[in-house]
């Protein structure tokens, strides 16, 4: 079991930029791949970065790569989100899952190859 904890959502002007944390507890954290998802409003939910358990291979959607950067710290079971450039699209939920597959194994995209989720943090961009 895994128990995941988000921080660091809040509001936040165009062009600003925000850190998301999210804190793991449970056995095992460094073995999982790490990813972070986000929901707007009357949208499904959408995958934004993940993050091998070594933290040496990362992924990102098109639409925030280079704007965005994911990184973990096992020593303290965290993985963050670095957002930078931020856009009101980006405003939804922001959601930090792990998945038990190997990098490679899975597509990393799908909601659905994560067991376990945190409870989400907010993140509004204004204009």
């Known amino acids: 079991q895994v128990q995941l904890v988000e921080s660091g959502g809040g509001l936040v002007q165009a062009g600003g930029s925000l850190r998301l944390s999210c804190a793991a507890s449970?056995?095992?954290?460094?073995?999982?791949?790490m990813g972070w998802f986000r929901q707007a409003p009357g949208k499904e939910r959408e995958f934004v970065s993940a993050?091998?358990?070594?933290?040496?291979?990362?992924d990102y959607a098109d639409s925030v790569k280079g704007r965005f950067t994911i990184s973990r710290d096992n020593a303290k079971n965290t993985v963050y989100l670095q957002m930078n450039s931020l856009k009101p699209e980006d405003t939804a939920v922001y959601y930090c899952?792990?998945?038990?597959?190997?990098?490679?194994?899975?597509?990393?995209?799908?909601?659905?190859?994560?067991?376990?989720w945190g409870q989400g943090t907010q993140v509004t961009v204004s204009s």
């Open positions: 899952a792990a998945s038990p597959n190997s990098w490679g194994r899975f597509d990393r995209g799908r909601n659905t190859e994560y067991d376990y």
């Open positions: 993050v091998s358990w070594s933290g040496g291979r990362t």
């Open positions: 449970g056995r095992s954290f460094s073995s999982y791949t």
